[in-house]
């Protein structure tokens, strides 16, 4: 089993930053892949972003490109999503997902909601304009 807990979320005004973590704990290996969701009142989940931890390759959604930065500090178990430029849009929910998957799993998959075997609880992000 792994164990995933997010932090970071809060109130900002548009065009503040903001900084998400995902810590993980459990059965952990060394290679998975690690995305981001978020799902705003009334509309699907969505995929932002995606890391494979084992070689460190990073995937956007069109939405956030250029605007977040997923990383990750593999001692301490632990990505992360650096958000700028935040949109009133941009606010949601925002999920920690995991699955236990090759790299080439991660970059066909990191969007789809359904590809990831693990979830946290969520925090919550308001960008106000």
């Known amino acids: 089993q792994v164990q995933l807990v997010e932090s970071g979320g809060g109130s900002v005004q548009a065009g503040g930053s903001l900084r998400l973590s995902c810590a993980a704990s459990?059965?952990?290996?060394?290679?998975?892949?690690m995305g981001w969701f978020r799902q705003a009142p009334g509309k699907e989940r969505e995929g932002v972003a995606a890391?494979?931890?084992?070689?460190?390759?990073?995937y956007y959604a069109d939405s956030v490109k250029g605007r977040f930065t997923i990383s990750q500090d593999n001692d301490k178990n632990t990505v992360y999503l650096q958000m700028g430029s935040l949109k009133p849009e941009d606010t949601a929910m925002y999920y920690c997902?995991?699955?236990?998957?090759?790299?080439?799993?991660?970059?066909?998959?990191?969007?789809?909601?359904?590809?990831?075997?693990?979830w946290g609880q969520g925090t919550q992000v308001t960008v106000s304009s």
């Open positions: 890391i494979y931890t084992g070689g460190g390759s990073a």
């Open positions: 459990g059965y952990i290996y060394s290679s998975k892949c």
């Open positions: 997902a995991a699955v236990l998957a090759s790299g080439a799993y991660c970059a066909r998959n990191f969007i789809r909601y359904s590809a990831y075997g693990y």
